[in-house]
């Protein structure tokens, strides 16, 4: 599948899709249906703040957050304008060369203007946007408070043909259970997914699952940023070098003239979440450059710890049976330890391609949705295979890890990127590429073309010293 966005909307072809889970991948996923369905039913189990604060079912939302470019173009073509809004209520347009101050392994990267852009702001106020423009949409019902507690199946259990859902919060009466029909039904509910037990309920196989695990925790807490700025970057990022240097720490600017001050260990060396303990893992990071831009800054928040960051693969392409009119996709499919900032943009790409495979059904299977099922799981399972491999490689650096050892492709592209990084303190060219990689513009194999394998191969000329 090509990844193609049609920015005219055809006629819908189908029914009635429902959605279970309304955060980013349910809220991109919401959108894409609505071009192909007559009606979406989005289904979150938890309450929507009117406001862009965090939710009691997004506990990540206390931590930073980046949607990378390639998610930032795919969402701005789904929800046109998107940015302006963003902007407008107060997040910041980031470079990702110019207006981050990175302190790599191998010293700090060279800044430059690169125009590899995405947006400065919380996780929270694109959630609130990007449901206020899913909520905008007349053929999408949004429905929170409540629960899903079981997939529909038809007679035989060959396709999922609803859901049952129950009411949840202070206005629910009786908390008896609905079924609600549907023709198709996405799971986008994320790590906590109940789809393995409901299928292996009626007789299905539960997915294999691949999990890598590197240990990483994190804690986060929100400042006032002073005024004037300490200095001219938004994004401050001392980068953890394991398995000898495990800390690290990233000051993100957001709006509200605040910063979101984003702290993190692997292996198991987490930071503490009070105060005094906090603090003083700040100052132990390879440079105090964040410690110190903080010291006299008024803290507006907790701290706020999250530790469930292993790499989980569920593989439903896999499957050698599975029901029609069911889709899985996002964290419920796949899971990536949040450091390398992929979740938000390959939700995107998951709908898209959800998308084409509806595009596909209706032009080619004579507007049936027999065997989509299993085509979309197989084309999820291409989107992730690159950034898994990445993810993963990476957290085998660990100095503690659960999953399989890696092996001696895995020790030499550790070697190689290495050598990437460290042109990138002194090569605007090379960091380029590298951050165009990193964003997901440019697929992994741009690190291999011959002018950047012939610098990286060369020992650098410099390695700044200061952000």
């Not at 990378?68 to 789904?78: D, S």
Request: positive net charge; hydrophobic residues 40%.
């Amino acid at each position: 599948m090509g990844g193609r966005l049609d920015s005219q909307r055809s006629a819908p072809t189908f029914g009635h899709a429902i959605v279970v889970g309304g955060s980013i991948t349910g809220l991109i996923a919401s959108r894409v249906l609505s071009d192909h369905f007559e009606r979406v039913t989005l289904i979150e189990r938890d309450p929507f703040p009117g406001e862009a604060v965090p939710r009691k079912g997004l506990p990540q939302a206390r931590h930073l957050h980046l949607l990378l470019v390639r998610g930032r173009q795919v969402v701005e073509q789904l929800f046109p304008g998107i940015g302006d809004e963003l902007v407008a209520e107060g997040a910041d347009v980031l470079d990702a060369a110019r207006d981050i101050a990175w302190l790599t392994p191998a010293g700090w990267g060279t800044r430059f203007r690169s125009g590899i852009c995405s947006f400065a702001c919380s996780r929270s106020l694109l959630d609130h946007v990007l449901r206020r423009r899913v909520s905008s949409i007349g053929t999408i019902s949004v429905k929170p408070d409540t629960d899903v507690v079981g997939l529909r199946f038809a007679t035989n259990d060959a396709r999922v043909t609803g859901v049952v859902v129950t009411a949840r919060g202070a206005g629910a009466k009786g908390g008896g259970e609905t079924v609600m029909d549907a023709d198709l039904v996405v799971d986008a509910s994320g790590r906590r997914s109940r789809t393995p037990e409901w299928l292996a309920h009626v007789g299905f196989d539960r997915p294999e699952e691949t999990v890598v695990n590197a240990h990483l925790g994190y804690a986060s807490r929100v400042y006032k940023r002073p005024t004037p700025a300490p200095a001219d970057w938004k994004c401050l990022y001392v980068q953890a070098a394991p398995p000898e240097r495990t800390r690290g720490g990233v000051a993100f600017a957001i709006e509200g003239g605040r910063w979101i001050v984003t702290l993190g260990g692997i292996g198991g060396d987490y930071p503490p979440t009070d105060e005094p303990g906090f603090l003083s893992f700040m100052g132990s990071l390879a440079s105090r450059e964040v410690f110190d831009a903080v010291a006299g800054a008024e803290p507006l928040s907790s701290i706020a710890g999250f530790r469930a960051t292993e790499n989980r693969w569920r593989h439903y392409e896999r499957l050698s049976r599975r029901p029609e009119g069911l889709v899985v996709m996002g964290d419920a499919a796949c899971t990536f330890n949040p450091v390398y900032g992929q979740g938000m943009t390959l939700a995107s790409l998951a709908a898209v391609a959800l998308g084409e495979r509806l595009r596909y059904q209706r032009e080619r299977r004579h507007g049936s949705l027999s065997g989509l099922a299993a085509r979309f799981q197989r084309d999820l399972a291409r989107i992730n295979k690159a950034p898994w491999l990445l993810a993963t490689s990476e957290d085998f650096r660990s100095p503690r890890f659960d999953g399989a050892r890696p092996g001696l492709t895995v020790r030499l592209m550790h070697g190689y990127l290495d050598r990437v990084i460290a042109r990138t303190t002194c090569d605007e060219d090379v960091r380029k590429v590298f951050l165009s990689v990193l964003h997901m513009i440019d697929a992994p194999a741009a690190l291999f073309r011959p002018a950047i394998l012939a610098k990286a191969l060369l020992r650098p000329r410099r390695m700044d010293s200061g952000a």
